[in-house]
């Protein structure tokens, strides 16, 4: 441990003098937040109608984070950084309000929020008050990229947020409560990865103060041997900064401050993964708060996690007390009669973009470059006929994606994230022009791993989309590839980004950020080497729940249209775009103009698979989805063999959202147009990608939804055969036959044979494959033209 | 670091070559699943028919895998150790598979799979083949309660099963993959809880075997000194075993194995937490498998994770190449004429209940008894009239938790896990009687901290799920109470533990087990302290999607139901149940008696709180959700006085799966029983507690869905009043009468003034909260009766 205490006073009485005020003022702001609605300086005795009804918001962690935002001014200052503040603690919104208040940086953003005493009491009132500002750290408060609601995000965040950032100094404070949890608890290892030279550096700030809501904190109750033994076993070598007394605080805060700049300027200079700085900063929960309320200790337990006093408005000596804690900061030595904060609170804070509440990099639409992206044409694979050629659509996508990465190659601002599968989901012509970044050891065995890769790999779902989180609201464009099922782990992080870009939009000052883009493979219908474990197609319908003018959802169900999706979504702003795509060879339906004209339309009837197209079709057979759509073409072509006067249409939806109404979500078919596709009151036998009860959702206020039969996975699944998939989940070719033939009035009549022989040939295959383990020759070497 | 090297051998040279003899076997055994099918045990010479077709599976980690289970059973039989085995890397399943085979215990689990050479061949075919078992060690493999197949939870199972078990030794093998991802990465500090007398012992085996699919892994390329501290910085005292000399490495394991054993004799005297003992192996992937293929390297590389030689049945380079490594493990030696194991493979297995396989608490419904519950009647609320006087139903299911610890304590069989929740949650009653669990250091001012608690406070959600899962499936109960937006990040989690349930039910020599029950509070409608980051109501569609025999869902609309509700869910087996319900004081509606009939019913027309109940309604209200059934009732007071001559229905829903049809979901109500409740053509508004679509989706085939109008959260949150959270979302009450007025037909026209109030109540109310902070007097104030 380093023995700060040792060290000479880096602070002279001045700098001393003027960090106190900066901290004082900031802890003053954050529980004026709390408590008061009016009298914001105290000008006047304190009354019970100066406190705000209903006392909401977490003191607990505020002046902690106050504490490491004055000193981090100060460091910016001495020693010119471009820096960013993360917040893990989220909750303490009233402190990071405080200081951009402080700083001017709020005001700039929201101008009713004066820098007076009027907009003091805007700035106290509005603080999680009906009508405004939420009490996190949300996308309303400038410089933030985290909002630290939920825990356990904040130091991916600030990796993402590093990468090729050179020169950009990312401190992340990380609550003890925080690090109980299993995504931060992975994140300490983004050092792994993270270039000394080509990327920005990150600065940890462990804030132990050894409670969380109700129960003290593990990192805060081990042995400081064994906390000091994980720490460097993560790669840090930690600086401590531990105590109560302000003055000394201060001191050792600063010290350790310049110390880990100091160490991060030479840590930059070689691509070696160094023992990376660190500050553990161990301080009392709700430092200089109350220390005893109705004679229970408050400062420094959990009791002050949230509002230490609790019944200001009706117990005078909990008004008496709340007073003498604000009076305490000494307000009339930090603000003037008008409320301005006085030349020693604003001493050390930097100006213009050194502001933390102004850095342009927590505000990345500013900063974003569109990508230059490759024609699709010209990694368009070559359709004579549908069906007449096969490919592997991730492959292609692989090939364009080369051509992003070597296209954009200067800009250094699109990265490829995935736990571990890029090459198993076939993307791998990537490692063509760019590596996987990797800063561990290196073998002679290993391949494409280089130290500044642009690939990031890691077992760790949580870590890409972190990562990918932190790099897309600093300004920069990616892509996460993952195994379908897996990426449920990530539906809470996912919820949460989905969140911020709904407010993040409605923020004036708040630019376009790339949207979020997931490319989800070894789907449901392939698992071929793994099973039901593996089998979960229910993040689409995860997705489908969130705000419409956020989320997007695509099927492309060929290679060429994969392109075409893809190109769209990495052109796209401020959304979450989710695509499910095969990764196995299957057939190529539509060439790159047919396929843009497709994607274009979100839906549209493949006439070339319909038969008797001069009138009404007696059914409609939609598909969303590779595997749904071969079925459905495969069932197709046995009507059009078998039932030859039936009058069948094909139709195919490659953007979900366009079966939702149009008051629902942008991308919504009106109702005419619904009806145009999919007929007013004709049988729709559809077959889908994941649940069928989405499809449901989605369209049950359309006029034929009584008439809509969807097929889809319902749980069935183990490590078999892909048509036997099909078969377990009554989606094969051979039951959707049988359902049209149970659907299309008086059919049953006349196609009783063709059902019977329907049923047979599911037969046939569940013996088959008991004895060969692979499908029939029939299923295997099938062909749209054959 | 243990210096293994200088130790004597523990192992002589017949307990050496029968160790080195059952992994040889078990090897043989692994290789065989992934490509044969016919010539087990190589009395002929190999040819393409023999092999499977698809080659599936993963060898990379099953020759690791069976030298630890080898090992294993060496230790269990010298040191006559109750121990069973939690598998990582559970893709490894053909280790398992072979292991169990060996140990006989597969064969007494699945009589058809005879040990011999007919049940060989039939244990190599049925791997991962049609109609066979996953290529996971899924629940078809005795002695497993994890599958393996999505990473993260090894450690968390294993010490879920270890709690209240003492003298049972949990052995987790930890893949170095794995072990990148977030929930694995917090599971080390789980040994900041467990009681080493009173609790069971893990002992955590880390292995390194360099590779994930395509890459390293983390923690096998960092240096020596930092992978060390990081294990003694997790509390953890590291035994290493490193190499690939198979003899070597033989008598380090056993070395290795011998001295955790002892120290865990030592540990489990005291309550002090010691440095748990761990084993690091470090062995190539693929491991004694193919060293070339192709003229490329396949041992000990990322090559060797699944199938090492892929064209097998095609190219006779590879069939050699095969035949050879099988051969390369002598057969002959390890199996007799007839395909039994000899005594050197068999010598080192243990016998009955200590083979790992057999083990009876990796099949925890044997062991499982019912918890005695307190009567739901002595904690009921009284209700002298709907609505007549408040309670906060959480803290009323704490006191009757209180019982459950209490009349269950000799037991030992129930637990309570949350994530720092428990307190804000208002369960604190249960600390009258056991404390929270916590082995790290205690503080004088702390509160409930005992090293032998039942409660489980960690803030990781994953930790609480992992726990209670290892917790349930070997035969205990427990209960997993969360913030309801925050249960989103163990979704993947629960998916894949309902997936486990699923296939569970379905073997016969599979025991029921206790469900795994969901307290949902602290919910979308009341974060008053947060906003929008915690508020989501997801988490039931996402249980909603997967298998109706497992799931279960939820709405108590007041504390006598959730009392009904908490007995049923803990009296019942083999589910997930989720049950969402308040923190917050709110009226209660039924007294005991009437809570239990309802319950019972799941779905019922309240009369009390209905109009001209003697004949059909004119409109039918619905709801499910506390805060939905108060604004519904707060509507239909309004309809009663203002429209006096409406008939009003009100029908509570309490159990959401009463309204699936009963095709598709056990408690689904049949169509008549659905159209008695809610008409088959009146206009139903229907208020309920989470998105809307879902209840939808739920009903889309009830004759009466198009007549249906549901209310519901629409994504539409931040930091402000509980009912504002209802205006935002439109289910306010005055929103529902507008919604009644403009659906019944002709009402419109008599009552335009009434709906003209309800919308300037809105206006009222938006005025009023914006200067005031807090919600309107008649809102706060508002009463059934008054």
Chains 1, 2 share one sequence.
Not at 186 to 203: E, I
Not at 213 to 228: G, K, Q, Y
Not at 412 to 418: E, K, S, V
Not at 534 to 540: K, L
């Amino acid at each position: 441990m380093t023995a700060l205490d040792a060290r000479p006073a880096v602070l002279g009485s001045t700098e001393l003098a003027q960090v106190d005020a900066l901290w004082r003022a900031a802890n003053y702001l954050a529980a004026g937040q709390i408590y008061l609605m009016a009298n914001p300086l105290l000008h006047e005795p304190l009354r019970p109608e100066h406190v705000k009804p209903r006392l909401l918001g977490h003191w607990g962690t505020s002046p902690g984070l106050n504490f490491v935002y004055a000193h981090l001014n100060r460091a910016i200052l001495t020693h010119d950084l471009n820096a960013m503040f993360v917040t893990g603690p989220g909750h303490g919104g009233p402190a990071l309000l405080a200081n951009t208040w402080l700083e001017g940086s709020y005001t700039e953003a929201w101008p009713e929020v004066t820098q007076d005493a009027d907009g003091m009491r805007e700035l106290f009132k509005q603080f999680s008050f009906p009508g405004g500002v939420p009490s996190h750290v949300a996308p309303q408060v400038p410089g933030s990229i985290h909002e630290g609601g939920e825990l356990g995000y904040s130091l991916a965040h600030a990796y993402g947020a590093a990468f090729d950032n050179p020169g950009l100094l990312v401190a992340c404070v990380i609550g003890d409560g925080e690090a109980e949890t299993g995504p931060l608890a992975t994140s300490w290892h983004a050092n792994k990865f993270l270039d000394p030279v080509r990327d920005g550096a990150v600065l940890p700030i462990l804030h132990l103060n050894g409670y969380k809501i109700a129960n003290p904190t593990v990192l805060s109750r081990i042995a400081p041997a064994e906390l000091d033994a994980l720490l460097r076993g993560y790669g840090y070598e930690p600086i401590y900064v531990e105590g109560s007394d302000p003055e000394t605080m201060h001191q050792a805060m600063a010290a350790a401050l310049d110390s880990a700049v100091a160490d991060l300027a030479v840590i930059r200079r070689h691509h070696d993964r160094p023992a990376w700085p660190m500050i553990v900063l161990r301080s009392p929960k709700g430092w200089t708060g109350p220390s005893v309320v109705d004679g229970l200790p408050v400062e420094g337990t959990w009791r002050s996690h949230q509002v230490p006093l609790a019944e200001v408005r009706h117990n005078p000596d909990h008004l008496r007390q709340l007073e003498q804690w604000l009076l305490s900061y000494r307000p009339e030595e930090l603000f003037d009669d008008h409320g301005r904060p006085v030349a020693d609170v604003t001493a050390l804070i930097p100006a213009g973009e050194r502001r933390m509440g102004a850095n342009p990099n927590a505000n990345g639409g500013i900063l974003l470059r569109p990508l230059t992206l490759p024609e699709t044409a010209a990694h368009a694979v070559g359709v004579p006929a549908p069906g007449a050629t096969l490919a592997e659509p991730t492959r292609a996508l692989g090939r364009f994606l080369r051509d992003v990465f070597a296209l954009n190659a200067d800009r250094a601002n699109f990265r490829l994230f995935g736990p571990d599968e890029t090459a198993s989901n076939r993307l791998d012509a990537v490692y063509d022009v760019t590596g996987k970044q990797w800063q561990a050891a290196v073998e002679p065995v290993d391949e494409h791993l280089s130290p500044d890769g642009r690939v990031l790999e890691v077992l760790s779902e949580h870590l890409c989309q972190g990562w990918l989180e932190g790099y897309l609201l600093t300004g920069r464009h990616g892509l996460f590839n993952c195994y379908e099922a897996f990426v449920h782990i990530v539906d809470s992080m996912v919820n949460q980004h989905i969140k911020w870009l709904r407010v993040h939009r409605q923020i004036p000052w708040r630019r376009p950020v790339a949207s979020l883009n997931y490319l989800l493979t070894s789907h449901v219908w392939r698992q071929d080497h793994n099973g039901f474990s593996h089998q979960d197609p229910g993040f689409v319908d995860h997705i489908a729940n969130k705000s419409s003018e956020v989320v997007r959802i695509y099927f492309p169900p060929d290679t060429n249209t994969l392109l075409e999706v893809a190109a769209h979504c990495l052109r796209s702003r401020d959304y979450v775009n989710v695509v499910v795509a095969g990764k196995n060879d299957s057939p190529n339906w539509l060439d790159a103009e047919q396929a843009a004209l497709h994607c274009a339309r979100g839906v549209s009837i493949w006439e070339w698979a319909s038969t008797h197209t001069d009138r009404e079709p007696d059914v409609v057979l939609g598909c969303a989805g590779d595997a749904p759509t071969l079925e459905v073409l495969a069932a197709a072509k046995i009507l059009r063999e078998e039932l030859p006067e039936l009058a069948v249409r094909v139709v195919n939806v490659v953007d979900l959202m366009r079966l939702q109404p149009e008051a629902e979500h942008p991308h919504g078919l009106g109702d005419r147009e619904f009806d145009a596709l999919f007929t007013p009151d004709r049988p729709v036998i559809f077959a889908y990608h994941g649940y069928p009860w989405l499809i449901h959702r989605l369209a049950y206020r359309r006029s034929n939804h009584a008439g809509m039969h969807v097929r889809g996975y319902t749980e069935h699944g183990t490590t078999t055969t892909p048509f036997d998939m099909l078969v377990l989940n009554h989606m094969d070719r051979f039951q959707l036959v049988i359902d049209v033939i149970d659907r299309v009035p008086g059919l049953v009549a006349t196609a009783g044979v063709l059902r019977q022989r329907m049923t047979e040939a599911q037969g046939r295959h569940r013996r088959w494959i008991r004895v060969h383990g692979e499908d029939l020759p029939e299923i295997r070497d099938w062909t749209w033209e054959g």
